[in-house]
């Protein structure tokens, strides 16, 4: 598009507010892409009725949810109308409204000169239809120029209020409304010492915002929870510097609960461009102590259909690495959802990323488990020995097989999930009840050795 000549002017009694007027403003963003936007501002409204027009707010806002008020004149300040301006300006939407209309098109010769033509726009559909001189052109070179700004049309979202104001000093004025396409989310760093006993832990927000506005030196909150929204019919990086320094510094974020929510307050101000992603930290943790089991699960179906007679079949050994979210373990802070991956130095010295895992919000005082991944040198089996059904009831028998290709001796943990209600008839080691539904046993496999468990259990039809 080229130059665009205006020769209308605005009208006097309108009153505009831009980001200039801002005084303070603060971002709340809650992780299911919504921010709440409360920008305050100092406006000297004229007394009387008039219209305000307040810019540079996002392009994501939701007009249904803004709340305006004077906070130092509250009984002063009455809003009568709102309209939310969205018809944003572009190239397509500056022709559509000069269809049927004359404009002026310039080119550049090579020489540098100007040549202007007169034209009827006759269309804008996929392209543009002239008629100049009257001979019909599909499309034509150069720059096209308006002779002025259509109405109804604004360079940026602009919200406008009918007023009746009865105070004609300057007054603070805060609107607050919610955006879409602002969220954050956690992420964690996890760095296991050589002997998987101990661990040193980073959380990171990692905030992106797509609002359609930037919010210069605001102040931050984030809100951790599954806050409900009525659906309308319409409308990373991994940070690895941990290791070198053990002196933790003042956490940034003060969490607080809120209603069924955690919010955490940057203790700062910071500024969020549009298009931007901002990761800020969130926690340091050192000498977190943490337990590495090995882990065989089985599934609850497995009780109630006949395998028996079949080829063993190889289940995955998984590797977990279980944390207590205490202050005694150096934790202690409510952990927001996120996704938390692990890293260990090699022999070498080198750092190295072992796994990840999701993490769901996690109180404190609660055990956070992650699955790293499945173990290489450990290999297990299970066979089906016995089935027997009658109509109250099914009896099966079990063998499953431990081999350890590890360098010493190890225990994996053997978790059978168990549906409705059930009995261990015999076992060759003794298991937990881990709750109603869940049974243990806990098998020590020596290096390069084979250990098999079986075991005969009854479960009663639902």
Request: no cysteine.
């Amino acid at each position: 598009m080229g130059a665009l000549f205006i020769s209308g002017a605005s009208h006097a009694a309108d009153l505009t507010s831009s980001i200039d007027d801002q005084k303070s403003v603060e971002v709340t963003v809650y992780n299911s892409n919504i921010g709440l936007v409360k920008d305050t501002r100092r406006i000297q409204i004229p007394e009387g009725e008039g219209e305000l027009r307040f810019m540079d707010v996002a392009s994501g806002i939701l007009p249904y949810t803004v709340h305006i008020q004077s906070v130092d004149s509250p009984d002063s300040l009455n809003v009568l109308e709102q309209n939310y301006e969205y018809d944003l300006m572009d190239s397509n939407k500056l022709l559509d409204k000069y269809v049927g209309k004359n404009i002026k098109i310039m080119t550049m010769s090579h020489e540098n000169k100007k040549d202007i033509v007169e034209a009827t726009l006759l269309s804008n559909n996929e392209g543009q239809i002239y008629k100049i001189n009257n001979e019909i052109y599909l499309g034509y070179p150069g720059s096209q120029i308006l002779p002025e700004l259509p109405e109804n049309l604004i360079a940026k979202p602009t919200l406008t209020w009918d007023y009746d104001n009865r105070n004609p000093l300057p007054q603070i004025i805060q609107v607050a409304y919610l955006t879409d396409n602002i969220t954050w989310q956690a992420d964690y760093i996890v760095v296991v010492n050589k002997e998987d006993t101990s661990a040193d832990i980073e959380g990171w927000v990692t905030l992106d915002n797509k609002s359609g506005a930037t919010y210069r030196n605001a102040r931050l909150k984030l809100v951790a929870g599954q806050v409900n929204r009525v659906q309308a019919a319409e409308p990373v990086r991994a940070r690895m510097g941990m290791q070198a320094m053990k002196a933790a510094f003042a956490p940034q974020f003060q969490e607080q609960t809120f209603f069924e929510y955690h919010i955490y307050d940057l203790q700062r101000r910071t500024t969020i461009k549009d298009n931007q992603t901002k990761q800020v930290q969130l926690l340091q943790a050192y000498g977190v102590g943490i337990e590495k089991e090995y882990l065989v699960r089985g599934e609850q179906n497995y009780f109630y259909n006949n395998y028996s007679g079949g080829e063993p079949l190889k289940v995955p050994v998984n590797v977990t690495l279980t944390f207590k979210n205490s202050q005694a373990n150096h934790m202690g802070m409510p952990l927001p959802s996120g996704t938390i991956r692990l890293y260990k130095k090699d022999a070498r010295d080198s750092m190295e990323f072992a796994g990840e895992d999701s993490l769901g919000h996690t109180p404190k005082d609660e055990n956070v488990e992650i699955k790293a991944g499945e173990a290489f040198d450990i290999v297990a089996t299970r066979t089906q020995t016995d089935f027997q059904q009658n109509q109250r009831s099914y009896e099966t028998a079990w063998e499953i097989a431990v081999r350890n290709h590890k360098d010493g001796k190890i225990r994996v943990g053997l978790v059978e999930p168990v549906n409705g209600d059930w009995e261990v008839l015999e076992s060759s080691i003794p298991y937990k009840k881990l709750d109603a539904h869940t049974i243990r046993f806990d098998a020590d496999v020596d290096k390069d050795q084979e250990v098999k468990v079986t075991y005969r259990i009854r479960v009663w039809n639902q």
